[in-house]
């Protein structure tokens, strides 16, 4: 019947469209750039709690000073990276977030509210690694930026401390929204954090190379050594 083959002749059309769609989206929405960062922040941070429950902060510090510089990294990434990555590519406005909230929505990269976590955590890091460069307690660890704070540094001590409690929060809640997402609402999250992409995940546009992100990151790191070498040491009198 006509209704029959109108019927197979939308059904075959659909079929060729997710082909074509499939096809011209085979690039990883999240690059390898990305991936490395977030994976190794979820590691960094973890060392970061131990190493500061246990009183190791050597290791404490240079774990820090190492988030510290791939979270500046996924920032400039975010300006100058691949186009998935970029902070145009997925923060939303306030009208947007609205909508998203009346009717929600899959998105290939954030969603509104996703965008919205992810600058969080990136402030809060930053403000995490940044206070604790000029912290200390005043008896057996002073961080390498102690003396230049100088009365400011118990002040940014204190708020290194509270920043932690906001950013456990943060994380915990960050957690409980990917199980939301990943197993109520069958959205393939962590799939595409391991492979750059998973389903509809995915880009059409090819991502920038790794290589560039690995420059930003040692530029970086290699200015925060030099800053910390340099700065000056608070005078021992014993």
């Known amino acids: 019947s006509d209704a029959g083959r109108r019927g197979l002749g939308d059904c075959f059309a659909g079929l060729i469209g ?38 190791e ?34 923060v939303a406005g306030p009208r947007a977030i609205v909508n998203y909230l009346r009717s929600g929505g899959r998105y290939a990269g954030h969603n509104p509210l996703g965008a919205l976590s992810v600058l969080a955590l990136l402030t809060l890091l930053i403000m995490q690694a940044t206070s604790g460069l000029f912290s200390q307690d005043d008896i057996l660890f002073e ?35 990917v199980i939301w997402y990943q197993w109520r ?26 290589w560039l992100a690995a420059l930003i990151a040692v530029t970086i790191g290699l200015t925060l050594l030099w800053l910390i070498s340099i700065a000056p040491e608070a005078p021992s009198y014993y």
């Open 18 to 55: 997710r082909l074509t769609e499939l096809n011209f989206m085979h690039y990883p929405i999240w690059d390898a750039s990305v991936r490395i960062i977030h994976w190794y922040l979820v590691v960094a941070v973890g060392v970061m709690w131990w190493s500061g429950e246990q009183g």
């Open 185 to 210: 609402k069958k959205q393939p999250l962590i799939q595409a954090m391991i492979r750059g992409r998973a389903g509809y995940k995915a880009s059409e546009i090819r991502p920038k190379p790794l």
């Open 57 to 90: 902060m050597t290791i404490h510090q240079w774990v820090g000073c190492s988030i510290l510089c791939l979270v500046l990294t996924r920032v400039l990434w975010g300006w100058f990276g691949s186009q998935p990555s970029r902070f145009n590519a997925f």
């Open 143 to 177: 961080a390498p930026f102690a003396y230049w704070a100088g009365d400011w540094s118990g002040t940014l001590t204190e708020w290194h401390a509270i920043n932690w409690m906001l950013l456990q929060g943060l994380i915990a809640l960050h957690l409980l929204a």
